[in-house]
Nanobody, 115 residues
Framework: QVQLVESGGGLVQAGGSLRLSCAASERIFSIVYTRWYRQAPGKQRELVAS???????NYADSVKGRFTISRDNAKNTVYLQMNSLKPEDTAIYYC?????????WGQGTQVTVSS
């Protein structure tokens, strides 16, 4: 069973940067897209960024120009570079991989941005 492990979260001051990683335990075939979601306390999970198999990317309006999603196929890893962080970016961040047969979720990594 494929496992996704997120890392890179932590506590950072407003204006700072973090890079999240989502590493798969093995190569995943037939990926349609990979997404980063986040969920803040008391709020619904929201889509943050998405990258397709052809490397097309999309971002939530709230993070456009500040976050960048990328991937390293050789390392089976997807990244989320987060710059100019704001307190409202505080949440648990999850990665999700969608293939033609399955969906995989990571366990999440906490990001806390202090003002």
């Amino acid at each position: 069973q494929v496992q996704l492990v997120e890392s890179g979260g932590g506590l950072v001051q407003a204006g700072g940067s973090l890079r999240l990683s989502c590493a798969a335990s093995e190569r995943i075939f037939s990926i349609v897209y990979t997404r980063w979601y986040r969920q803040a306390p008391g709020k619904q999970r929201e889509l943050v960024a998405s990258i397709t198999s052809s490397s097309s990317t999309n971002y939530a309006d709230s993070v456009k120009g500040r976050f960048t999603i990328s991937r390293d196929n050789a390392k089976n890893t997807v990244y989320l570079q987060m710059n100019s962080l704001k307190p409202e970016d505080t949440a648990i961040y999850y990665c999700m991989v969608v293939t033609i047969l399955n969906n995989y979720w990571g366990q999440g990594t906490q990001v806390t941005v202090s003002s």
